[in-house]
């Protein structure tokens, strides 16, 4: 079993960044690659970002690219998304997400989930 805690969502000005946590328990953190997923009100869960378990490979949904940047401290068990020059379609529940093997943008691949943490960004 894995627990996972997300938290650092709040709300912001467009333009603005917050730095989202997701701190991870249970099962060995270091062979696990993780990645981070939203859900806007009314939309499907998508992808957001991926990392490898030794984060040496980053995956980015092309609507982030170069606004966000995942990264991890496997000796804090820790997963961080860190998010610039935000966006008022950024605003959505942001989950974090744990697999087995490398990094990956499909959301049936993940097998533990946090519970969520709200980003608001406003206009």
Not at 11 to 40: D, H, I, K, P
Not at 51 to 59: A, D, H, L, M
Request: hydrophobic letters at 35%; glycine letters at 12%; a positive charge.
């Amino acid at each position: 079993q894995v627990q996972l805690v997300e938290s650092g969502g709040g709300l912001v000005q467009a333009g603005g960044s917050l730095r989202l946590s997701c701190a991870a328990s249970g099962r060995t953190f270091s062979n696990y690659a993780m990645g981070w997923f939203r859900q806007a009100p009314g939309k499907v869960r998508e992808f957001v970002a991926a990392i490898s378990w030794r984060g040496g490979n980053t995956y980015y949904a092309d609507s982030v690219k170069g606004r966000f940047t995942i990264s991890r401290d496997n000796a804090k068990n820790t997963v961080y998304l860190q998010m610039n020059s935000l966006k008022p379609e950024d605003t959505a529940v942001y989950y974090c997400a744990h697999k087995m093997g490398s990094g990956s943008s499909s959301i049936y691949e993940y097998d533990y989930w946090g519970q969520g943490t709200q980003v608001t960004v406003s206009s």
